[in-house]
């Protein structure tokens, strides 16, 4: 359905822009306005999604004009918001996936060669006290000792690297939910939050817990790699 702009021809600067919704929303592109007869002012717009589908969107009050944008307080249709969610959804799900065990055992791995090593270490010097081996034999296995431990520190440092990398990643996968989440807060303390918004925030929120726990979990990890490294 495409409609027509009849004498109101001064709405024809919108056409072609980006629509936004006020909490930045980027709703696709506007291909065609609808405008009431008795108001004159705009009643629906014909949208481009982003997907390439289009959709009239209606349109209660028309914000701004500026930058090649119009943002405008409009009625979602429920569809979009459950595209969205599943959107939301997925791109956690991906973040969920992060294999926890698989690093909680190099975790263990890590305490374990590290503990190891360290007995190595007393072994040695208790048989050169003990004078069952001389300062040569206990110079040359030291020195290879000291391999074995700097081997160990580096990789402990990389593994480290590698958490800190991963808790980054998820950051800049969720900077949308949490600034989504934040939007909805903002407007449910302000009472301004649609039955629909509060649904979405109960699942953001859902969404939010889990990421927090991962990272969480991260840190804790983490944090014990840190001693370890230092311990060796």
Same mark, same amino acid.
């Given at each position: ?8 021809k ?9 629509l ?11 291909? #065609?306005?609808k405008?009431?007869?008795? #108001? ?12 390439g #589908? ?5 349109v209660?009050?028309v914000?701004d ?20 969610? $599943? /959107?939301q +959804?997925?791109?956690v799900h ?5 294999? /926890?065990?698989?690093?909680?055992? #190099?975790?263990?791995?890590?305490r ?10 007393? +072994? ?13 034999? *206990? ?14 520190r580096?990789k402990c ?14 950051? *800049? ?13 903002? +407007? ?8 629909e ?5 109960q699942? /953001?929120d ?10 969480? $979990?991260?840190y ?12 060796v």
């Open positions: 359905m495409i409609f027509k702009l009849g004498k109101y001064r709405y024809r600067k919108i056409l072609g822009r980006r936004y919704t006020p909490d930045g929303r980027d709703i696709g592109r506007i291909i #065609s306005i405008i009431g007869k008795k #108001s004159g002012q705009i009643k629906a717009v014909l949208v481009e999604l982003p997907d #589908s289009r959709r009239e969107i209606r209660f009050r914000l004009i500026s930058n090649g944008a119009v943002i405008a307080e409009v009625e979602i249709p429920q569809e979009l918001v459950k595209k969205e969610e $599943k /959107i +959804k997925r791109e991906k973040i969920d996936i992060v294999d /926890i065990e698989s690093i909680e055992r #190099s975790l263990e791995e890590f374990k060669k590290i503990n190891d090593i360290r007995e190595k270490y007393g +072994k040695l010097l208790e048989l050169l006290i003990s004078k069952e081996i001389d300062l040569s034999i *206990y110079t040359e296995v030291k020195d290879r000792l000291d391999k074995e431990r700097e081997d160990i580096l440092e990389r593994k480290i690297k590698e958490i800190e990398d991963k808790i980054r990643e998820i950051d *800049y996968k969720t900077e949308d939910l949490r600034r989504k989440r934040s939007q909805l807060y903002v +407007k449910k303390v302000l009472g301004g939050i649609t039955p918004e509060e649904r979405e925030l699942i /953001i859902e969404m939010y817990r889990n990421v927090e726990d991962l990272k969480k $979990k991260l804790t990890i983490r944090q014990e790699l840190v001693s370890l490294c230092n311990q």
